[in-house]
């Protein structure tokens, strides 16, 4: 077979004219610099800081070769001589044993000389070297530990031989490598002059370092830190920021910043950067801060419009809550928030700041309180049938499978009429889906305290409904808490095993059955455990809703109906325990009006309402409804089932 012929590429020819590509912008325009006549270079970089000598010379090899050579001495003297900087000024001389980029480096240059990390303040002029805290374990060691032994090797005086580095806190050290290079020089000599003439040197230079290092020491004490510079350059931003503020008509708003703006004004972003406002600046910043002032502004107005509306329902409350409390002796009341929020309360509140409000002006609505009271319990029932009925098991408007709830928030069970005066519908709820946070990766801890207790959520109310909540830790009256899911399957059950269909008993039909019923799981080992209705959907969503799956663990429990003999003896039973406890009517319950806690002393002990204020507090008959509920009874003998 013929070997393929194989295809020939292509010669290259490099263009003859390239024309390189311009540099767009300021890229590059340094980089023919060190091609000007040296005058002139040494005219520009002698303007310079040392520590912009020292960066410019690690940009390129040209700059490098430039100013690292030995007749650039006068352009680095001459940067550390003629710089205005603060932290230039006064600096010593250089000393003889070190070169002028060696002493810019180790004097501004703030870096470990061992690993390279950066914002190492600290210079140890003895060593000529700047070390950070893990460095200086290594690269150092305590003359306390050396003593002995170089005194025992060189004689009393040693410590006139190395240069050493005190600590106000730890005591002084030496300079491991230097420390290691003259015992090494040391070791290299033969004779006893060499040596002595060796000593007579190091303890002159160890004079002359110790000489410079004192100069150093008080220069480097003497010159700001660059805490101060931060500070006074904060100062001057903020002084030229109130400055363009006035200019712009913001002064009288600046005056409510109090004596010193200078803290609301640092919470601007584009504040948060220390630096100097030139007239560039300021055009690129003025926008936001200006925003920034009108947010300020309405805020500001609010706070105030808030404090007012704060005081006229302060003393709305006053006036009206004799009333309400004796009103609530016969009939349901709803919260102050509630009343707060109320269209006739609204027109006497929400007015301008400038109408003086009295007592006298919110008296009529004391006549009005059974009226108000009156809607309000039709539009909570309205509300609350409407939250239950939303489930499509129902066909009835007051069929029992929308009558029967409990709240997520405590775990209760509600029976309609009396869900409606539930205390947890007043409390604070849990966030909806979309009341949560949008997340913020660095969030201070202001913020995260507003998050969990809901601060954030009461700001973004209007500023009526804001004002209305500082009334108290209560909300408007809700029913969102009530859940009907898994009550519906236990109800369900329960009718059916009464002979009832779900979809059409009412709740008062199934208290006019008095039926008894006793449940199957629960009734074994010759006990039979019998309840009413109403007490067995307790005992289902108590005793049996545990466990990861409460719904399949509910749809385990069935219900028998018992026989005559034995709702007589479970009756019978039922009667002796409540005459036992007293006539429950005539218990005097302590009550909180306001927030409609309520409980009696002889069955749970006295304890204070949620409010915790004692004129929210007092003794009267409180109303109650068909109860019965009573506690499961224990029948032992089965066979009467």
């Known amino acids: 077979m013929p070997p393929r012929p194989t295809r020939k590429s292509k010669k290259y020819h490099e263009p003859t004219n390239v024309q390189s590509r311009a540099v767009r912008g300021k890229r590059g325009i340094l980089e023919n610099l060190p ?59 250089c000393p003889p044993y070190l070169s002028e980029p060696a002493y810019a480096n180790l004097a501004f ?83 006893a002059d060499e040596r002595d003439a060796f000593i007579q040197m190091e303890r002159d230079f160890t004079t002359l370092v110790h000489k410079h290092a004192k100069l150093q020491k008080e220069w480097s004490a003497s010159r700001p830190s660059r805490s101060d510079e931060i500070y006074e350059t904060r100062e001057r931003m903020i002084t030229s920021v109130i400055t363009h503020l006035k200019s712009l008509g913001w002064e009288e708003e600046l005056g409510y910043m109090g004596d010193n703006p200078k803290p609301e004004l640092l919470k601007i972003p584009c504040l948060s950067k220390d630096r100097d406002i030139t007239d560039r600046i300021w055009t690129n910043i003025e926008a936001t801060i200006v925003k920034y002032m009108e947010e300020y502004k309405v805020a500001r107005l609010e706070r105030g419009r808030e404090a007012v509306l704060i005081g006229r329902f302060r003393l709305m409350e006053q006036v009206i809550v004799p009333s309400l409390l004796a009103l609530s002796e016969t009939t349901t009341v709803p919260h102050v928030i509630d009343i707060c929020l109320m269209d006739e309360v609204r027109m006497i509140i929400d007015t301008p700041a400038t109408i003086n409000l ?33 489930n499509e098991h129902t066909a009835a408007p007051d069929s029992v499978l929308d009558l029967v709830t409990s709240c997520k928030r405590c775990g209760g069970i509600l029976f309609f009429p009396d869900s409606l005066v539930h205390e947890c519908h007043n409390l604070p709820r849990g966030r909806r889906k979309e009341d949560q946070p949008k997340y913020k990766k660095n969030r201070t801890w202001q913020e995260t305290e507003d998050i969990r207790n809901g601060i954030d959520l009461i700001r973004r109310l209007p500023v009526y409904e804001r004002a209305a909540r500082d009334l108290s830790a209560y909300v408007p009256w809700s029913c969102e808490q009530d859940s009907f899911e898994k009550e519906i399957a236990v109800v369900r059950k329960i009718v059916e095993a009464c002979g009832k269909r779900p979809n059409k008993v009412t709740c008062t039909q199934m208290d006019h059955l008095d039926v ?126």
């Open 109 to 191: 240059d703030a870096h470990c000389h061992s690993c390279l990390a950066n914002n190492i303040h600290e210079i140890m002029w003895e060593f000529r070297k700047r070390y950070c805290t893990k460095c200086q374990g290594f690269m150092m060691i305590s003359t306390y530990l050396t003593q002995y032994k170089l005194e025992k090797e060189y004689g009393k005086n040693v410590q006139r031989i190395y240069e050493k580095h005190k600590s106000s806190f730890t005591g002084s050290y030496y300079h491991k490598p230097d420390l290691s290079a003259f015992k090494k020089s040391m070791a290299n000599m033969s004779t």
């Open 358 to 390: 009295t007592a006298a002006d919110f008296a009529p609505l004391i006549s009005h309180l059974p009226t108000l009271a009156k809607r309000w319990h039709a539009n909570i029932e309205l509300e609350y049938l409407q939250h239950v009925s939303s």
């Open 516 to 641: 008894r019923l006793s449940c199957d799981l629960c009734s074994q080992n010759g006990r039979m455990v019998v309840v009413t209705w109403r007490s067995a959907i307790h005992h289902a969503l108590e005793s049996h809703s545990h466990g990861t799956s409460k719904c399949r663990s509910l749809l385990n429990v069935t219900w028998t109906l018992v026989r005559d003999d034995a709702r007589a003896r479970a009756i019978e039973i039922e009667s002796s325990v409540k005459l036992s406890h007293g006539n429950e009517s005539n218990d005097e319950l302590y009550c909180c009006a306001i927030c409609k806690h309520q409980f009696t002393p002889s069955r749970s002990g006295f304890n204070w309402p949620c409010k915790w204020i004692k004129r929210d507090v007092f003794i009267h008959l409180h109303y109650k409804s068909v109860d019965s509920t009573y506690s499961p009874v224990i029948l032992s003998d089965t066979n009467d089932a």
């Open 35 to 93: 091609n000007l006549p040296l005058d002139v270079i040494y005219e520009i970089l002698s303007r310079c800081s040392p520590l912009d000598l020292l960066r410019l010379a690690r940009t390129t090899k040209a700059f490098r070769t430039l100013l690292m050579s030995r007749s650039s001495i006068a352009i680095w003297r001459s940067a550390r001589e003629l710089s205005s900087d603060r932290q230039v000024v006064g600096i010593p001389e």
